[in-house]
């Protein structure tokens, strides 16, 4: 029996023939590659330059400001108007009452709606599916058609311009919200999970605390960052609601130093910045789990 040889040429043919192909697909990649590039590059300037045209502003003097085209930098940047911003524009106090809020809001409703989220999506008990009908449409009911009434109650229950007064219905309004997401999440993690702990004689609680909530970092510190900064920027309600100014928010301050600073672009501009910083150093803080929990539903089970 004799072997029968492939002949050079025709090898050397294949392999050419391989390289081709492997070259024409890496050139695509390259040309997919560089399209994302080009299309990130361009998303960043968009975002990017009303920001800096605003640290530019913040920058200049009023004499600069009208006398500049907005996208020149400052030669001799006038940090006085973030010290002016400071002084009359009550920001420290407005940045207070803003943390104040958000720090006991966002914590105690995502762990509210969490709870929620986990009897709607890991326990069984009748009329269940048209309870999370209720809270879905929960979700899509506007803020300003209740605040009418909402300032009945809370005037009623004397907690005008109080931050209790504020935060009540701050967690009101977003549980619906935060538990939808939380209950598509939920529903996610293997059911396998809890029939092992039960096993173990793992109750609801110990199910919830200790397998659930840890399984959701994800998930729960991209709620934390949306919902910081929805309550950090809230308006409506806190216009209705704190009267007095040693109560405002930080919207209702740069409301007022706009209006009391109309034509002071600086200044105004430097507290604009100045309020920011809270926001941003949150999601510095939860920036790798923001990215995880946005491909939450991802997750197989």
């Known amino acids: 029996m004799s072997l029968s040889t492939v002949p050079p040429a025709a090898t050397a043919a294949a ?7 492997r070259g024409f697909g890496s050139s695509r990649r390259d040309y997919v590659k560089i399209g994302l590039w080009i299309a990130l590059v361009i998303a960043v300037l968009i975002w990017s330059i009303p920001i800096i045209f605003m640290v530019f502003t913040s920058l200049k003097s009023e004499a600069d400001v009208f006398g500049t085209p907005a996208f020149v930098p400052p030669w001799s940047p006038e940090w006085n ?14 940045g207070t009452n803003s943390l104040i ?16 989220a986990f009897a709607l999506a890991r ?10 009908g209720i809270i879905a449409m929960g979700a899509m009911v506007p803020i300003q058609v209740a605040i009418a009434p909402l ?21 009101a309004f977003g549980l619906p919200y935060t538990t939808f997401i939380l209950y598509g999440f939920f529903r996610s993690i293997p059911h396998e999970l809890d029939e092992s702990a039960r096993i173990d004689g793992a109750g609801n609680w110990r199910l919830f605390f200790q397998i659930i909530l840890p399984l959701s970092k994800p ?8 919902d910081f900064v929805a309550t950090w920027n809230e308006y409506a309600i806190a216009l209705a609601l704190l009267q007095s100014q040693d109560s405002w928010t930080i919207p209702l301050a740069i409301q007022g130093f706009q209006s ?17 910083f809270p926001v ?4 510095l803080m939860f920036q790798r789990y923001f990215v995880e929990g946005a491909f939450a539903g991802a997750v197989k089970g």
């Open 81 to 94: 108007n973030y010290v002016e911003a400071l002084d009359q524009g009550n920001l420290l106090g407005a």
């Open 151 to 171: 300032f009945q109650v809370i005037n009623g229950l004397d907690l005008l311009s109080t931050h209790i007064g504020v935060i009540l219905p701050y967690i």
């Open 15 to 21: 392999i050419a023939g391989k390289r081709r192909q």
């Open 219 to 226: 998930a729960l510190a991209a709620l934390f960052i949306l």
């Open 123 to 132: 326990l069984r008990f009748r009329r269940q599916r048209l309870l999370m």
């Open 101 to 116: 809020i958000a720090l006991f809001k966002v914590p105690l409703g995502l762990l509210i709606s969490a709870a929620a």
């Open 260 to 276: 009391q600073f109309t034509s002071s672009y600086g200044p105004l501009n430097a507290f604009t910045i100045m309020s920011v």
């Open 280 to 283: 941003l150093i949150v999601y």
